[in-house]
């Protein structure tokens, strides 16, 4: 098992940036994958961007060059850098992790409870 605690998120600007942490309870270096997602109000949870266990990161279009993934396997702990924030960024930001756990491919996944960005016009 694994608990994944969100941080940083809260009321910004337009423009402006922030920096979001997913702090995990077990070594990160044993996930295959980690990602943010997020979910506006009414909406579906939607994918932001991964980084794989090689550091690996890909990125939905709406926040490509504007968000950075990346993570920080000494402190178990993943980070989004969110700059030039747009109104529309505005959601519950949520950690997700997989972890293989046989050689046939299942996986267990892990999420965190979410931290709230607000971005003002």
């Known amino acids: 098992q694994a608990q994944l605690v969100e941080s940083g998120g809260g009321l910004v600007q337009a423009g402006g940036s922030l920096r979001l942490s997913c702090e995990s309870s077990r070594s990160i270096g044993r996930f295959d994958t980690m990602a943010w997602y997020r979910q506006a109000p009414g909406k579906q949870r939607d994918l932001v961007a991964t980084?794989?266990?090689?550091?690996?990161?890909n990125y939905a279009d709406s926040v490509k060059d504007r968000f950075t993934i990346s993570k920080d396997n000494a402190k178990n702990t993943m980070y989004l850098q969110m700059n030039s924030l747009k109104p529309e960024d505005t959601a519950v930001y949520y950690c997700?992790?997989?972890?293989?756990?046989?050689?046939?491919?299942?996986?267990?996944?892990?999420w965190g409870q979410g931290t709230q960005v607000t971005v003002s016009s």
């Open positions: 980084i794989r266990s090689g550091g690996v990161a």
């Open positions: 997700h992790a997989r972890a293989v756990v046989n050689v046939e491919g299942a996986s267990v996944d892990f």
